[in-house]
Antibody, heavy 120, light 108 residues
Framework: QVQLQQSGPGLAQPSETLSLTCAIS??????????WNWIRQSPSRGLEWLGR?????????EYALSVKSRITINPDTSKNHFSLHLNSVTPEDTAVYYC??????????WGQGTRVTVSS | EVVMTQSPATLSVSPGERATLSCRAS??????LAWYQQRPGQAPRLLIS???TRATGIPARFSGSGSGTEFTLTISSLQSEDFAVYYC??????????FGQGTKLEFK
């Protein structure tokens, strides 16, 4: 059974970097048949896909155009987790952030969600 | 970008009744559509993929249909645990995944 456990702070300062981690159990971040995603949800934007990382003999990252200049998703094979870094945050980045496994382009397993507020 | 539009925004139904939720794509996405259920305080849960294939463990009262631009999620006999928000999601092309804005299924 795949489980995704998120960790990270619930508060970020404006203009700084929001960082979250998603620990994987029951699968591998290096699996060649899935991808690992970050998705956020807010009342104003609904569900918004942010980006993904996946391994297919080498690592790939793909990001939503809306955050492409500010986002990095990094896999960590030694810890079997992946992380989200979103820099230069503003109050508009306030949302619940989810990590999710993507298999066949569907999100079949999700983390529990982390509510992040951007405020000074 | 493919825009997904769900209707209605809110649907009021009594337990035991049938609920029909709609999702429209701004251009053809063949059958590359999934449905998710989100209960309050929880992450979304995959219900349907390929427009009509139930995910593992999803009860048979949930069914999906449609192709191209028009899709439907039907819940045949509503149970109390089915009152939630439902989202459609297309994965036709991967220039960035998009979701519908959701339909809230509420108790009548």
């Amino acid at each position: 059974q795949v489980q995704l456990q998120q960790s990270g702070p619930g508060l970020a300062q404006p203009s700084e970097t929001l960082s979250l981690t998603c620990a994987i159990s029951g699968d591998s971040v290096s699996s060649k048949s899935v991808a690992w995603n970050w998705i956020r949800q807010s009342p104003s934007r609904g569900l918004e896909w942010l980006g993904r990382t996946y391994y297919r003999s080498k690592w790939y990252n793909e990001y939503a155009l809306s955050v492409k200049s500010r986002i990095t998703i990094n896999p960590d094979t030694s810890k079997n987790h992946f992380s989200l870094h979103l820099n230069s945050v503003t109050p508009e980045d306030t949302a619940v952030y989810y990590c999710a496994r993507e298999e066949g382009r569907k999100f079949d397993y999700w983390g529990q969600g982390t509510r992040v507020t951007v405020s000074s | 970008e493919v825009v997904m539009t769900q209707s209605p925004a809110t649907l009021s139904v009594s337990p035991g009744e049938r609920a029909t939720l709609s999702c429209r794509a701004s251009q053809s996405i063949d059958s590359d559509l999934a449905w998710y259920q989100q209960r309050p305080g929880q992450a979304p849960r995959l219900l349907i993929s390929g427009a009509s294939t139930r995910a593992t463990g999803i009860p048979a009262r949930f069914s999906g249909s449609g192709s191209g631009t028009e899709f439907t999620l039907t819940i045949s006999s509503l149970q109390s645990e089915d009152f939630a928000v439902y989202y459609c999601h297309h994965y036709k092309d991967w220039t960035g995944y998009t979701f519908g804005q959701g339909t809230k299924l509420e108790f009548k």
